[in-house]
């Protein structure tokens, strides 16, 4: 058994989308974690809200680090459009970025946790 401790290194967030779209190329797996508006209707179609990249795995000097981007809707905000025009353009917008990464790296659809379990915590000295 080795004598190594681990040590949980948060995902480190970046403010580029180019930047994460390096990182993304070099992970060994992307998440991505929609977030949708909510609607009162059933039937209305699903308009994204944010969109959560992280990249898992992404080794930077021997050391595998997670690098997180956040797509926004604020972010696309264009106020001479209706908020149908908006919500649906920025919907299509936030689409096609995540199949860029897709494309270039294997894409899952999920969430990562970023806080130790209850059962790790209790196990610390």
């Not at 990249?53 to 000097?61: E, K, P």
């Not at 908020?83 to 299509?92: F, H, I, L």
């Not at 999920?110 to 196990?123: F, K």
């Amino acid at each position: 058994m080795s004598g190594d401790n681990s040590v949980f290194i948060p995902p480190v967030t970046l403010f580029k989308y180019e930047e994460f779209r390096q990182f993304a190329k070099d992970a060994a797996l992307v998440v991505c974690t929609p977030e949708y508006f909510r609607s009162p209707f059933l039937d209305d179609e699903k308009r994204l809200k944010r969109v959560t990249l992280t990249a898992v795995g992404v080794n930077v000097r021997g050391l595998p680090l997670s690098f997180k981007y956040v797509l926004d809707f604020d972010d696309f905000h264009d106020p001479s459009k209706t908020w149908d025009e908006e919500s649906a353009d920025v919907t299509r917008l936030m689409s096609e970025l995540v199949d860029e990464i897709g494309a270039a790296s294997t894409l899952v659809q999920g969430r990562v946790e970023t806080e130790a379990s209850l059962g790790e915590v209790l196990s610390r000295p």
